[in-house]
T-cell receptor
Framework: KAGVTQTPRYLIKTRGQQVTLSCSPI?????VSWYQQTPGQGLQFLFE???????NKGNFPGRFSGRQFSNSRSEMNVSTLELGDSALYLC???????????FGPGTRLTVT | GENVEQHPSTLSVQEGDSAVIKCTYS??????FPWYKQELGKGPQLIID?????GEKKDQRIAVTLNKTAKHFSLHITETQPEDSAVYFC???????????FGTGTRLKVLA
């Protein structure tokens, strides 16, 4: 069974630009969560989608948004990039609330 | 707010020795506690988990214990090997949500 896939794996953007990251969950998984990982803040929850609906949102500004499609694939968008947005963005998928969550390899975003 | 404290931040052990990593959670409603291993350049990998109705779980060289009263849970790795070297994260999740609260990570080094 294929794992969670994320594209692209690496991305370099300049301040003020916007970026879209993509995540394909494990086949059959309907929940997708997004996390930001930085050396200083660790793993921080961004938001979670289930059946195309956002169910939980972390404490991030409105520049961070996401969506989920009918095939459970998800995208997250960051607008007006700031230097502090440089991080590893991780996507994780699960069958449902009471099931394990599995992570993808992440997208390394560098903002210059 | 919700918080998970993890100790130690770094841990060095000799090959063959045991390693113990401890976490404390603040939300008494938390009922699911996974442990993830993250190697350089990769996403976190689920290695073991425990639910609040169980006090201990073991999988070969890895075990996790949970003390609900004290809100503590620990990861135990026996007979450590160089390939166990990685960053380990604990997490806590409450029922009915996908929002995981992660610890700050422990960098484990197994010295050959």
């Amino acid at each position: 069974k294929a794992g969670v896939t994320q594209t692209p794996r690496y991305l370099i953007k300049t301040r003020g630009q916007q970026v879209t990251l993509s995540c394909s969950p494990i086949s059959g998984h309907r929940s997708v969560s997004w996390y930001q990982q930085t050396p200083g803040q660790g793993l921080q929850f961004l938001f979670e989608y289930f059946s195309e609906t956002q169910r939980n949102k972390g404490n991030f500004p409105g520049r961070f948004s996401g969506r989920q499609f009918s095939n459970s694939r998800s995208e997250m968008n960051v607008s007006t990039l700031e230097l502090g947005d440089s991080a590893l963005y991780l996507c994780a998928s699960s069958y449902g609330f009471e099931y394990e969550q599995y992570f993808g390899p992440g997208t390394r975003l560098t903002v210059t | 707010g919700e918080n998970v404290e993890q100790h130690p931040s770094t841990l060095s052990v000799q090959e063959g020795d045991s390693a113990v990593i401890k976490c404390t959670y603040s939300d008494s409603a938390s009922n699911y506690f996974p442990w993830y291993k993250q190697e350089l350049g990769k996403g976190p990998q689920l290695i073991i988990d425990i639910r609040s109705n169980v006090g201990e779980k073991k999988d070969q060289r890895i075990a996790v214990t949970l003390n609900k009263t004290a809100k503590h849970f620990s990861l135990h790795i026996t007979e450590t090997q160089p390939e166990d070297s990685a960053v380990y994260f604990c997490a806590a999740k409450s029922p009915g949500t996908y929002k995981y609260i992660f610890g700050t990570g422990t960098r484990l080094k197994v010295l050959a």
